[in-house]
């Protein structure tokens, strides 16, 4: 792919921003949780959004 729009810069700009907020979301509330299970659910839900993040930052390189 050569060319990208501004609107899709835009919307990538927009869906990193979100993926980098669930990971830092995730991670408080893996912190604060006390059962086990729970904790490992917002753990392994901050480490999926950060590998989302870093996908579509790798596809703007």
Not at 17 to 34: D, E, L, W
Not at 38 to 60: G, H, I, N, T, Y
Request: aromatic share 8%; with cysteine.
């Amino acid at each position: 792919m050569n060319e990208i729009s501004e609107l899709d810069l835009q919307n990538l700009r927009h869906l990193i921003g979100g993926f980098t907020t669930t990971h830092c979301k995730m991670q408080a509330y893996a912190q604060q949780a006390a059962d086990p299970g729970v904790k490992q659910f917002f753990q392994k839900s901050a480490q999926s959004a950060m590998e989302s993040k870093q996908q579509l930052m790798q596809f703007l390189q």
